[in-house]
């Protein structure tokens, strides 16, 4: 069974860095596109940014840029989201989805395969 558990989410104050996992299991993630996604309450779901875990090539969103990272440890078949510079807007549900291939059009949400089930991310002081 493919299926992918963020951990790491929790309350922290603004200007405050967090990091979420997203674990694998049921397959490893070689030539997978990982994204991470967020729903802050009453809003749709945005994108946050997206791993190629073959190569690490990256992706974000203007939102996050320069703020965020997307790494892959492919030992431990685990995705991270460092998050730096935690903003209030910051605040939401955080998701990782999967599907194979590049990162094209990564905040497509209809083209990911395996989501996880989010953590919450709580940024207030």
């Known amino acids: 069974q493919l299926q992918l558990v963020e951990s790491g989410g929790g309350l922290v104050q603004p200007g405050e860095s967090l990091r979420l996992s997203c674990a694998a299991s049921g397959f490893t993630l070689d030539y997978y596109a990982i994204a991470w996604f967020r729903q802050a309450p009453g809003k749709e779901r945005e994108g946050v940014g997206a791993?190629?875990?073959?190569?690490?090539?990256?992706a974000y969103s203007d939102s996050v840029k320069g703020r965020f990272t997307i790494s892959v440890d492919n030992a431990k078949n685990t995705v991270y989201l460092q998050m730096n510079s935690l903003k209030p807007e910051d605040t939401a549900v955080y998701y990782c989805?999967?599907?194979?291939?590049?990162?094209?059009?990564?905040?497509?949400?209809?083209?990911?395969?395996?989501w996880g089930q989010g953590t919450q991310v709580t940024v207030s002081s």
């Open positions: 791993i190629r875990t073959k190569g690490g090539t990256t």
């Open positions: 989805a999967a599907r194979w291939g590049p990162i094209t059009d990564w905040d497509r949400q209809g083209w990911y395969d395996v």
